[in-house]
């Protein structure tokens, strides 16, 4: 009997993964912020943090502007139009839920 290979979800908050989720036009700067955060956590070890907060921050970027109407939507956002929720409004909410 031989095993195969157990193949796990990639982990969304590789660096790989953002970028194949990445709008072309966010690409530049995903690829600028990290390198830089990478660099900074090979010479200062206590940086890691900051590169691992720095990939949760575009994980979630990468869901936001992967939606179809992203764009459009923060384009009505800026003019005063549409329907949104601040986040501290959605923080407020999440306080309220917590038990």
Do not use: C, N
Not at 20 to 41: G, I, S
Not at 43 to 64: G, T
Not at 82 to 87: A, N, R
């Amino acid at each position: 009997m031989t095993t195969q290979p157990v193949e796990l979800d990639p982990d969304p908050r590789d660096p790989d993964v953002i970028l194949a989720r990445l709008p072309e036009r966010e690409r530049e700067r995903f690829l600028r912020e990290y390198e830089a955060a990478a660099d900074a956590a090979v010479h200062e070890v206590w940086r890691y943090k900051q590169l691992r907060e720095l990939l949760h921050v575009w994980h979630l970027r990468s869901i936001a502007y992967s939606k179809p109407d992203y764009y459009t939507r923060w384009d009505e956002i800026q003019r005063g139009e549409g329907e949104y929720v601040t986040l501290e409004e959605v923080i407020a909410q999440r306080e309220q839920q917590a038990p």
